[in-house]
């Protein structure tokens, strides 16, 4: 089944402690994102990746990072989480049409 | 530039009537559109996609949206509501060059009352 999942699906952590969200996909896309959902706000993207080693800033990229050293696999990582990054976050990968795949979501608490 | 509006952020109807969930784009380039629904708790699955061929787009569930260049319009409706279609809905632009590049609207709740 083509699917992108992530893991955790829930996190609660404190302000500081790094932390890494996995994102992988089956469907050999090249393109992926990451977003965040905020209320009001809709989705915003992070960041995203167009290759293996291509990766460039989103709209709100302060405070993440990203590697992509597989085509399947784009990480996000959190190295210092603070409080503002309590979110609703997303990885998706593009399809030959440019529609999105989404993955089912990482609920993030940062206290 | 390229942004998109979503008209309103609450709609509620009644089951069995019509939904209609309004989007207007701007875009210097020929848009590629589309509208994706997030049920509770769940991630994002694209309901239907213009990307300049047939103006009317039907899409899944009995969804459909018509895009009206003339309006920068690409409104999302449904003829008869069910309550299985509660849900937040996003409407979607992306430009004809940088198609990997998103803009999301902030979304549209939709009640549908028994």
């Known amino acids: 089944e083509a699917q992108v999942t992530q893991n955790p699906r829930y996190l609660i952590t404190v302000t500081g402690k790094k932390l890494t969200v996995t994102c992988s996909q089956n469907?050999?896309?090249?393109?992926m994102s990451w977003y965040r959902q905020d209320p009001g706000l809709g989705l915003r993207q992070i960041y995203y990746s167009m290759n293996v080693e291509v990766t460039d800033k989103g709209d709100v990229p302060e405070g993440y990072k990203v590697s992509r050293k597989e085509k399947r696999n784009f990480p996000l990582i959190l190295e210092s989480p603070s409080p503002n990054q309590t979110s609703l976050y997303f990885c998706a990968s593009t399809g030959p049409s440019y529609e999105q795949y989404f993955g089912p979501g990482t609920r993030l608490t940062v206290t | 530039a390229q942004s998109v509006t979503q008209l309103d952020s609450h709609v509620s109807v009644s089951e069995g009537t019509p939904v209609l969930l309004r989007c207007n784009y701007s875009?210097?380039?020929?848009?590629?559109l589309f509208w994706y629904v997030q049920h509770p708790n769940k991630g994002l699955q694209l309901l239907l996609k213009y990307t300049s061929a047939a103006t009317l787009v039907k899409g899944i569930n009995g969804f459909e949206a018509e895009f009206k260049k003339s309006e920068t319009s690409f409104h999302l409706t449904k003829p008869s509501a069910h309550m299985s279609d509660a849900a937040e809905y996003f409407c979607?632009?992306?430009?004809?060059?940088?198609?990997?590049?998103?803009?999301f609207g902030t979304g549209t709740r939709l009640q549908v009352f028994p």
């Open positions: 875009s210097s380039y020929s848009p590629s």
């Open positions: 979607v632009v992306s430009n004809g060059w940088d198609t990997d590049k998103l803009i």
């Open positions: 469907m050999n896309h090249e393109y």
